[in-house]
């Protein structure tokens, strides 16, 4: 699993550095770091497979960038002091695949890495806090924009292909939103392996509605179905 850490303070980073080295598995390869998200995705981390990003650079937040990464294709794992519930769920809708506070262990820190970078459910302590708290005990999962939108093209009959067409992206990114999709319901404790389940799970929380679902045909034949 290829890793490219932003991060502004040497002491961290020199710390997830010996957290990766001393992995048994080294599943954990760090490519790039830097303390800019231009600065490591412009050289050797274009291409790792997960962005471990720290919330705050140089004192300037850097939330607003969590969109444009995601919507480009990137795996993002927040990794911030900032820990409260308002924060952590913030960057949820932004469309971080998850957060880790810097207060939680080298384990959790390595396996939420590789979770992400197989587009696996895992859920940090911090994070599984947040989500708990949310929405008064809600399981309801936080799906960004760009997630729910290709979502709803997709469940309106578009192929992963037109919908990449439709939306602008590639067709690797559409599949990284759906999975993301099934990734977050997993991490509530609602699994969402099938399309008929996602779509029901969807429906069920005001994600979207049935009346958005204008070209849609029953998909009860391919309950055990897996696009």
Not at 64 to 92: F, K, Q
Not at 165 to 191: D, H
């Amino acid at each position: 699993m290829t890793l490219a850490v932003v991060e502004d303070t040497p002491v961290v980073l020199e710390g997830i550095r010996s957290w990766v080295a001393a992995d048994p598995g080294r599943r954990v390869e760090i490519v790039a770091s830097g303390n800019t998200v231009d600065s490591v995705l412009g050289g050797e981390g274009a291409h790792a497979d997960v962005i471990l990003l720290d919330l705050e650079l140089d004192g300037v937040n850097s939330l607003p960038r969590i969109p444009e990464l995601v919507a480009a294709g990137r795996r993002v794992v927040v990794y911030s002091v900032h820990e409260d519930d308002a924060t952590v769920m913030a960057v949820l809708r932004a469309g971080a695949a998850t957060f880790i506070a810097k207060t939680e262990t080298r384990e959790h820190c390595v396996d939420t890495i590789v979770a992400v970078g197989r587009d696996r459910p895992y859920v940090p302590p911090v994070m599984a806090g947040a989500l708990v708290a949310a929405d008064g005990q809600t399981s309801r999962p936080m799906l960004s924009a760009r997630e729910r939108e290709a979502l709803l093209l997709w469940f309106q009959g578009m192929n992963k292909q037109s919908v990449a067409l439709r939306m602008g992206i590639s067709e690797a990114t559409v599949k990284q939103y759906i999975e993301r999709a099934r990734v977050k319901y997993a991490s509530t404790g609602r699994a969402a392996p099938t399309k008929t389940t996602l779509l029901a799970r969807a429906i069920q929380d005001g994600l979207i509605t049935a009346d958005d679902i204008i070209e849609y045909q029953s998909l009860a034949a391919d309950h055990h179905t897996r696009d």
